[in-house]
């Protein structure tokens, strides 16, 4: 006889004699063992909502980021803050933080240019936003947003609307 057998033995043997001498000891053990587990419940659910409710918030602190780096580009160079270029380490850390932040939620899309150089297949990428629906998430998120970043992302909103309806489709990448 294994060890799990000997045991469960000895447990129903217990449970056998608590039942004779009325104790119920291990009726009221198990009721507490149950409302332990009800109890831990309990918490494990608050405790998904707020790692959801954080998700969130980080979620919007990076689109914020991203959108603060984004007008830094453009005050640096406003011929063409949308093109990246991977080749550059930092261009291409941004790649990354703009795909996951931006491009994979679908408030903007990666336009990829190829370049023959010496054989090998390269590739820049231009950024172009989606603005009316970042503008939109600014607003809808509640998060705290700079001033100034608010108006710019609201002038570039404008603009694309602008554009819109002067007949280009979608926002158009600035002449390099």
Not at 11 to 26: E, F, S, Y
Not at 65 to 78: D, F, G, T, W
């Amino acid at each position: 006889m294994n060890r799990w057998a000997r045991l469960r033995w000895w447990v129903r043997l217990l449970a056998g004699i608590d039942w004779l001498l009325g104790t119920h000891l291990l009726t009221k053990t198990t009721s507490h063992w149950q409302q332990k587990i009800e109890t831990m419940q309990t918490e494990i659910s608050s405790l998904e909502a707020r790692m959801a409710e954080l998700n969130a918030s980080r979620g919007a602190i990076l689109r914020h980021l991203c959108l603060s780096y984004l007008q830094l580009r453009q005050a640096q160079s406003p011929e063409n803050w949308f093109h990246f270029d991977p080749r550059v380490p930092a261009e291409e850390d941004a790649i990354e933080i703009l795909t996951r932040s931006l491009v994979t939620p679908h408030l903007a899309r990666w336009k990829i240019n190829q370049i023959a150089a010496g054989g090998a297949n390269l590739y820049t990428y231009d950024l172009i936003p989606d603005w009316g629906t970042l503008h939109q998430d600014a607003l809808n998120h509640g998060t705290r947003i700079p001033t100034n970043l608010f108006d710019w992302l609201a002038e570039q909103a404008a603009e694309s609307v602008k554009q819109h309806k002067q007949g280009v489709a979608k926002p158009t990448l600035p002449e390099r």
